[in-house]
């Protein structure tokens, strides 16, 4: 007796392989979403985070907290120690995790033709004069750029500290210390106008006053942002103005 193995035709293959790219085709935008979404929680912890160092940090300085990255006082430097016990010894800011936003665009190229992978400063902080925004001056805002106490911010569950780093060829890559250094004493990284806002078409090459705060970051068009009320929240980049950042528009 002639025994017969049974396999599959060809045409078999082809319906089984038709129905696997169908499933994939499905499940892709889906997996996507649940990815970015992974990404954003995990930025909004990282502020978190960054929001109990700054209310710890202002404690032990008589309640003054860094309010630029171009002063004596770096807000990503001295954070640091209040991050937690992992990373109380460290002394280079780049091997902290908390700092890097893991949906910062890593394609593309920043200032000088510096690729987007070697960002290492994902935030921006708010260096805006509260007291005098001058958002009727020539540079559409006036910075505050020494340490001021937290308890003079009116209406801190209403005004943003830190906010995502735009990127794009207009806008500085942190690579190292130095060029840290360098770019706080060109006021690189703070926001103190209303062409800083994420809705802002200022994106000239060598302009001080283009866009700084990111405008497609996380959920499409916004960005994630620390309070200095310690609270992290999304905000779209039509809503994300100057009320936030100085309480005037």
């Known amino acids: 007796?002639?025994?017969?193995?049974?396999?599959?035709?060809?045409?078999?293959?082809?319906?089984?392989?038709?129905?696997?790219?169908?499933?994939?085709?499905?499940?892709?935008?889906?997996?996507?979403?649940?990815?970015?979404?992974?990404r954003t929680v995990y930025?909004?912890?990282?502020?978190?985070?960054?929001?109990?160092?700054?209310?710890?940090?202002?404690?032990?300085?008589?309640?003054?907290?860094?309010?630029?990255?171009?002063d004596e006082v770096k807000w990503i430097l001295v954070?640091?120690?209040?991050?937690?016990?992992?990373?109380?010894?460290?002394?280079?800011y780049q091997e902290v995790d908390v700092f890097q936003c893991p949906s910062f665009p890593r394609n593309g190229v920043g200032r000088y033709g510096n690729s987007n992978k070697d960002q290492t400063?994902?935030?921006?902080?708010?260096?805006?004069?509260?007291k005098d925004p001058g958002l009727n001056s020539s540079n559409f805002g006036n910075q505050m750029d020494h340490p001021t106490k937290l308890s003079d911010v009116k209406s801190p569950a209403l005004r943003i500290y830190m906010a995502d780093n735009a990127a794009g060829d207009w806008r500085a890559v942190i690579r190292n210390r130095h060029e840290l250094h360098v770019a706080s004493g060109l006021n690189r990284l703070d926001v103190w106008s209303s062409t800083h806002m994420p809705a802002s078409e200022r994106t000239a090459q060598g302009d001080n006053l283009t866009r700084r705060v990111s405008g497609n970051r996380h959920r499409g068009d916004g960005s994630n942002n620390l309070f200095f009320d310690g609270h992290a929240d999304w905000l779209h980049r039509d809503e994300n103005t100057s009320r936030y950042w100085c309480g005037a528009e």
């Open 79 to 92: 954070f640091i120690p209040y991050l937690g016990k992992e990373y109380k010894d460290m002394e280079d």
């Open 43 to 70: 930025c909004l912890s990282s502020l978190k985070q960054v929001g109990m160092a700054m209310t710890m940090y202002a404690g032990d300085n008589g309640d003054f907290i860094p309010r630029a990255m171009d």
């Open 1 to 38: 007796m002639v025994h017969r193995h049974k396999a599959f035709t060809l045409i078999e293959l082809l319906v089984v392989i038709a129905i696997i790219a169908l499933l994939m085709g499905i499940l892709m935008p889906a997996l996507q979403r649940v990815k970015k979404q992974a």
């Open 121 to 130: 400063v994902d935030y921006v902080v708010n260096a805006w004069d509260m």
